[in-house]
């Protein structure tokens, strides 16, 4: 920011000597936060969201957490700051290949099955995958790496995977598909060497172009329904333990809706969702499956 009589940088005031939001602070923000996303925060978070906060109070220049409250409070919904917040407030630890188990399955369960449907006639050469809050698109990768490691000639298939997440700086960064060791720390050598790029003087992976060409990215809001054709298989994965029973219920309905008949559902294994998906078949604690009505299954045959 420039001084107009003197052209100097004007110095960004300190933040204040802020340890924690106060209780009431924290229970306005909490409803602020689940008027937007549908997640709760309990009293417990006081300090994790008391930091993720500050980070905000810095970038901002505003010194503290009322004032930015207020500030928050008078801005449009479509304001680049309300994207920066939840942006703060939504973002988890995730890496590639996260819950092996499930890639297990998916390589060797899943689409070793679409691919012999495919050969047999039963379905066309196509997949749509979507990966519902996918943060920095850790998980929409992994798909891509199973995929052009296992389908074969699947070069010749219309692949579609698609990576939402409510925080557009995430989606900057899945867009990017710039991963640290870390983050890459559970894909396999033969994958790293066949996918990505590695920087010359960085622990910096870069997605290769068989990744690239079968991904992209959008913003969304998982409360909000989305507008596209029908998934074959949905990934919605430790997002829902943030979420109480009503956005629960509001969340899968929207993701329902997307999920072809006979497709499939993968959440984490502890989210508290059987009850909310009574009419899907539950084929392990974290795998669901929509039903086919009788009459497709009579045409079928």
Request: hydrophobic share 40%.
């Amino acid at each position: 920011m420039m001084s107009d009589s003197r052209n100097a940088i004007v110095p960004i005031p300190p933040v204040g000597n802020l340890e924690q939001v106060t209780d009431a602070q924290l229970a306005r923000y909490g409803e602020l936060i689940y008027q937007k996303t549908g997640i709760r925060i309990s009293p417990q978070k006081k300090m994790l969201l008391s930091n993720r906060l500050r980070r905000r109070l810095r970038e901002t220049g505003i010194t503290d957490f009322e004032a930015y409250y207020q500030h928050l409070r008078s801005l449009p919904p479509g304001h680049p700051e309300w994207n920066a917040f939840l942006q703060e407030i939504t973002t988890h630890e995730t890496y590639l290949f996260r819950d092996e188990v499930q890639w297990r399955w998916f390589r060797e369960e899943y689409l070793a099955r679409v691919a012999a449907e495919a050969q047999a006639g039963r379905r066309p050469r196509s997949l749509r995958i979507w990966s519902a809050a996918c943060s920095t698109g850790d998980e929409v990768y992994t798909i891509a790496c199973c995929i052009a490691a296992t389908l074969l000639n699947y070069q010749q298939w219309n692949i579609t995977i698609l990576g939402t997440d409510i925080g557009a700086g995430a989606i900057a960064q899945a867009q990017a598909g710039v991963f640290g060791e870390r983050a890459m720390r559970l894909v396999p050598e033969e994958y790293r060497r066949r996918f990505f790029v590695k920087a010359k003087d960085a622990a910096i992976w870069q997605a290769g172009s068989v990744l690239k060409q079968m991904v992209s990215f959008r913003q969304h809001n998982l409360l909000e329904p989305l507008r596209v054709a029908p998934f074959d298989l949905v990934f919605l994965k430790n997002v829902l333990i943030y979420f109480d029973p009503a956005s629960k219920r509001r969340v899968l309905e929207n993701v329902r809706a997307l999920i072809k008949p006979g497709g499939m559902l993968i959440t984490g294994a502890a989210e508290g969702v059987a009850e909310f998906l009574r009419d899907f078949e539950r084929l392990n604690p974290w795998l669901y499956r929509r039903p086919v009505p009788a009459r497709a299954m009579e045409v079928r045959r």
